[in-house]
């Protein structure tokens, strides 16, 4: 997500959420921008430090937005909270793979599912919540 535009047609119409998303989107292109042609070593200390930081903050926003939507009464907030777990299950998957030296896919193409898969939950799975939002803003 690198253009305005792309930011809006991404936009849940809560500015905390809507930040939260851009800076997940920003810290995808920090893992994606880890030099693949330099020392493997440091190659794989920088690319476990920007994925380390990426799930750690994919945590943060998911509690934000897990929150929020408690208090909106949002009806589907335990198959929202499933689909996080999914997530985060999978993503720890590809990292600890990471870690032990099984990780079959490049960094390029697991950023690209990274932002496939933002990108898909929140034209999704986030914009059925935006009327509940609204309504307890």
């Known amino acids: 997500m690198s253009n305005p535009d792309q930011a809006a047609s991404v936009s849940v119409g809560c500015e905390i ?14 893992l ?46 335990d198959e929202h909270r499933k689909e996080h777990g999914r997530f985060l299950k999978r993503v720890s998957e590809i990292e600890e793979s990471m870690h032990f030296g099984e990780g079959a896919t490049s960094l390029n193409i697991f950023c690209s599912l990274l932002e496939e898969w933002w990108t898909n939950h929140i034209l999704k799975s986030d914009r059925q919540y935006v009327p509940y939002l609204k309504r307890s803003a």
């Open 17 to 30: 959420l809507d930040a939260q998303h851009a800076k997940l989107f920003a810290l995808i292109r920090e």
């Open 32 to 77: 994606r921008a880890v030099p693949q042609d330099a020392d493997p070593l440091l190659e794989y200390r920088l690319a476990c430090k920007a994925l380390r930081e990426l799930v750690d903050y994919t945590r943060v926003h998911f509690g934000e937005e897990e929150q929020r939507l408690e208090e909106a009464g949002y009806p589907h907030l």
